[in-house]
């Protein structure tokens, strides 16, 4: 096949001196950090939507960015032309994942069985191009809310045909995925939420939720699926508010429906931030309940208050991301994935390249960083000794639960005040962040 990127070589480490800006100054594959190479820590990901199907339209304007390999038609052969391309980048690239949407990727039909032929006939380029290239997919995931049927959600659609219609979606989905051996599988509720509560029924909407969420569940058993089952909460966009709002929100609803041992979080950088928390702390909440699964890599703009998605170039959320990222383990099935999208602006094929060299580059020192800061120690072993009460004496009762309120106050009668606190020292951690970017 000919080339669609002729001037573009595969994307080499050139080192931090490098002047080039189609090569890496940070992401060398196999250097070893931590004890696994890089790849293995960040297993990045190309997103198929953004990157391959995104126009650059916004709301005021149509598309800018008429890529050169695209005929503009919605046919099948121009989608699998499509994908020789995107392999041909990846590749370029150097990624070792992508990921997919159903609809990324195939076109849909006049029917769902048309729909399912569609999908079918581009599968089999993706297996080819995969075995090809040995680029292998992160996860696949099902478009439940371009079309016009999932105006009022999909599995919380108040009408059980959309129910119905989303359930074939993904069933096909996870097949597909399965077949293509894809290491995991996301929902993200695209418009499972409302626009006013005058028309819903909440709980009812949840249920139903959470009953299409235990229907996966069961059909992964059927067909043998093995990938992660991952949740990506979102607070709001498309709708006034989504009920996976944020990881907190999906923990408890998984909770409360019994699907907690079947999900994994995929936390997303820019959708923490439209819920007011940071991407650290969404981390730090999925990765204490044992759910801290993949992320999708990406940022706001810090004065635009709408999911932007942008490249994360930032080093200080990277290091941040990565501090959590290690200290619960790393990923397993997971990724860094690059959910995120070239500026309208930014119309040029090349400027594909030079978004994730700069995103790959940033996790790349976000890694190394978060790697020397947990070589140094200064920072756990201050919160180690900030918590130090809890390791003996009445600490360390409380926490086996060997004392109740009674026991405390004769403790506390006896000893008459608290040991005095000492200071949180906030300003000198930061300095001692500082010290290692
Ligand atoms: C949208 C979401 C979406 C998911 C996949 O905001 O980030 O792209 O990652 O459906
Ligand atoms: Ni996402
Ligand atoms: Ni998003």
Redesign the pocket.
Known sequence: MKSTFPNIKTIAYEGPNSKNPLAFKHYQADEIVEGKTMREHLRFAVVY?HTFRGTGSDPFGAGTMQRPWDDGSNSVANAQKRVRVAFEFIQKLGAPYYCW?DRDVAPEGKNLKETNRNFDAVAKVLKAEQQRTGTKLLWG?ANLFSHPRFVHGASTSCNADVFAFAACQVKKAMEVTHELGGEGY?F?GGREGYMTLLNTDMKREQEHLAKFLHLAVAHKKAIGFKGQFYI?P?PKEPTKHQYDSDAAACLNFLREYDLLPHFKLNI?TN?ATLAGHTMQHDLEVAGAAGALGSI?ANTGDELLGW?TDQFPTNIYLTTYTMLSVLKYGGFKTGGVNF?AKVRRESFEPVDLFYAHIGGMDAFARGLKIAAAIRKDGRLAEFVKQRYSSWESGIGAKIEAGKVGFKELETYMLKKGEVTPNVSGRQEFLENLINEFI
């Open positions: 939507w949407h995931t996301t993200w990506e979102k997303e959708h999708d999911d959910d």
